[in-house]
């Protein structure tokens, strides 16, 4: 156990504070960011185009400002963050000794592409010169930008991502280490879905890695991507950004499966842009990660454009989860369905904040999102807030949340029919979560998940803690 | 146990913000009594820092549920689960705590 004060926290009289302390962001900047300092002295490690330098700079100042003001209400304040201290995490100029990471889908599938990072630096890349027979650019996102300038500088951190979103978007724009670049050229199809693997290896270290993918007019892809880190102690910071670009007609299938140690702060920005009858299929699955907050865009930009959006939420111990999601209906016809799914354990906590947008133009729209959440524990916490923004007349927008613990009667029903506890429990949790699965056509991700969900459960602890339970009441 | 603060570092009506094995707390003195309760509302899962202290209860700031300090239990709606409490000894002129 370890005890620490927040030294800069003074004593305050009663009356003073009822209303009137100071933030602790304010009174001590260092802990929620970085400052002058270690940004000068992470571009000195840089080797890089001066037009990346001269965008970083930019961002450094918005985050400059942005790191002064109070975080949106709305979206943080049943986040607590702070235990959070940024001064423990510094980005690294290199990748160090290469160490063999544990990725739950880079070790069951054939990819047609696969880059991994370590550490916020591209290790290995492969399966890019077969896919540039095609046009298509499969690589590292640094190294992409500088060769084809002309055509990715319109689109990274200026189409779905912008640097002064919110604080996080800031703070990576002005200090991502790297990341990955898929850019599929108009008609073509990316066979073989492609893989990301982004792993930290050593303690301390932010890693600001990015995802820039953009599928052009008619064509398709899939690609799925993995965070990991290489052991279960030391800890990490990861501010993430992922733009996905849909153009018209286009078809993205985008997985991220965040799996993190639980001593890893993530903070992600992620937003896709979907055009004329495009289609973007994204996946979210969060199992690490101590604290996390995603902030998720669903841009649908033109007409009939659709979204399908699944979430896929594993809480134990004290971990603490935190999305919001929005749902943004800019033109006619447009369609969305979110669908999330949370089970949580022990003491953990997920928050989920969602909402659907609709603009004026976007008549007909058809939007739904549901947020259900299967409580294990007692101490366990769960906040589900959907939301309705309308500003059109002729649409069809549906949304709702539950939250609710495992139906004692359910099992007592299995058991009566001789199944055992444990495997009534297991059945039950797969249940919850097979709607979520069924919605994944892609077999590697539902059979990935299906492992990793019961290997998590620890379904023999988890009967015997319910099994206790159950004597108590009675 | 471990030390969270010393007995000279408040005085009575004070508190301060600590983190005791990472759970975000506040150590609360009124007169010679010394309370260690968790730094979160039991309602709407955040910080009461600010919270008024009326007699032996603080006072969350956004939706005035109030916790009482010696047992956590929450005293008025709109909360109705109590907060964490720690264990408290004062000893070596300073104040240890533990859940």
Known sequence: MCVWLIAVEECIDVEEMNGKAMSLAAKHPGRIGFDIEVFEQFLSGRREADWITAARRDAFEKYTQLLAQELPAEEFKRLDLRPFNAELFRPVSDSGELEAVSALLGETSDYGGRIVHQDGHAVEVSGSDQLAEKGILFGELQAMLEQHRELLEPFFMRRAVSPDADRFSAWHAAFWTGGTLLYVPRNVEVELPLHSLITSTRNGVADFSHTLIIVDEGARATLLEETASADADSAGLHVGCVELIVERDAQLRYVQLQNWNQKTWHFAHQAGVVENNGTLQWTVVGLGSRVSHIHQDINLAGRASSAEVNGVTFTSDRQKLSYYTQQHHQQQGTRSDLLYREVLRDESRVIWRGMIKVDIPAQQTDGYQRSDALMLSEEARCDSIPGLEIEADDVRCTHGSTTGRVDQDQILYCMSRGITRNEAMHMIVEGFFQEVYDRIPIPVVRDTLSQTVQKKLGIETLAADVMSADDEEF | ?99
């Open chain 2, 1 to 99: 146990m471990e030390r969270v603060i010393g007995t000279d570092e408040l005085q009575s009506g004070e508190r301060r913000s600590v983190f005791i094995d990472e759970i975000p707390a506040l150590v609360i003195r009124i007169e010679d009594q010394w309370f260690v309760v968790e730094d979160v509302c039991s309602h709407d899962g955040q910080p009461m820092t600010d919270g008024e202290l009326i007699d032996c209860s603080l006072v969350c700031p956004r939706h005035s549920a109030r916790f009482d300090l010696k047992t956590g239990k929450a005293l008025c709606m709109p909360a109705t689960e109590a907060i964490r409490v720690f264990k408290v000894e004062v000893r070596d002129n300073a104040v240890w705590a533990a859940l």
